[in-house]
């Protein structure tokens, strides 16, 4: 007696695969400095790596493979500027005041740094004697892909003396929400100075797809007519609703296919 095999089951499940192209095995996410002004104090990011060179050993920590794939999805962006700031709270009105301590002898200039910096109304903090501070950086981050940004702090750097507090982090989609990045700074130890040095790493970026072994690749990018035209849609929206989260749908339905424009 013959052996019949039917290859119609197969045959179904490969028919919604046939013509369909094989994902790409890496995001593309896109960068850029959105600025008119001193544009070149804002460098590249960078990815994270905690080590220089190649492994000394066979079973060192830089050649763990857990360790190599959480850097690869890590970037550093450095500091702009060098500055000692000092900050005090006022007991009987609550006013912020946030002062230059280099005061002459600072490189940044007090009134560009109070362009810089904001200081966050006491009603916004999240414990009653921590003040938060906020630096508008111009940084912006933007895929085609479906990506989430995750900002945290330098978590893999230590610094002398450490800060006197918390960098805040934060999460959103960055192919539906393309935004001017803050750093927000919550003050622990007001007796002591906050005190940045240019070029040392200031927050980090990682980046998640919904596969989570796709890897992404980072690539500075235009700013078209289109991508700022679509950011509009995201300025100041916080002074409007209370949840920035539930206007997705909308953005989501008004993106045009293309945001992402890599530089050549």
């Known amino acids: 007696m013959g052996l019949s095999l039917s290859l119609a089951p197969f045959a179904a499940r490969l028919a919604p ?3 369909r192209a094989a994902p790409s095995r890496s995001a593309q996410v896109g960068w850029l400095v959105d600025t008119e002004r001193a544009g070149f104090i804002w460098d590249a990011p960078q990815r994270l790596r905690t080590a ?15 360790v190599v794939d959480h850097e690869a999805r890590h970037f550093v962006v450095p500091c702009p500027i060098s500055a000692r700031l000092r900050i005090a709270v006022d007991p009987k009105t609550g006013e912020v005041n946030l002062a230059n301590a280099d005061g002459d002898r600072a490189s940044i200039r007090t009134r560009a740094l109070g362009e810089m910096v904001k200081r966050v109304n006491a009603r916004e903090w999240r414990h ?8 508008v950086t111009p940084y912006v981050f933007v895929s085609d892909d479906p990506v989430h940004m995750s900002q945290f702090p330098p978590f893999a750097h230590r610094r002398e003396p450490d800060w006197p507090g918390l960098v805040i982090g934060g999460r959103f989609p960055i192919d539906v929400w393309p935004r001017h990045l803050m750093w927000a700074f919550e003050w622990h130890d007001l007796d002591r100075e906050l005190v940045l040095t240019r070029g040392e790493p200031w927050f980090y970026v990682g980046f998640e797809t919904p596969d989570p072994r ?4 980072l690539v500075e990018a235009e700013r078209t007519a289109e991508l700022a035209r679509y950011m509009e849609g995201t300025r100041a929206v916080a002074n409007y609703v209370a949840g920035t ?20």
């Open 214 to 217: 796709r890897h992404v690749r």
């Open 52 to 66: 220089a060179g190649g492994p000394r050993h066979a079973k060192s920590v830089t050649a763990c493979p857990a």
């Open 17 to 19: 695969l046939v013509g």
């Open 128 to 135: 009653p004697r921590c003040p938060i501070i906020q630096f």
């Open 245 to 264: 989260f539930s206007l997705f749908a909308t953005a989501r339905s008004r993106r045009p296919r293309r945001l992402l424009t890599p530089k050549i």
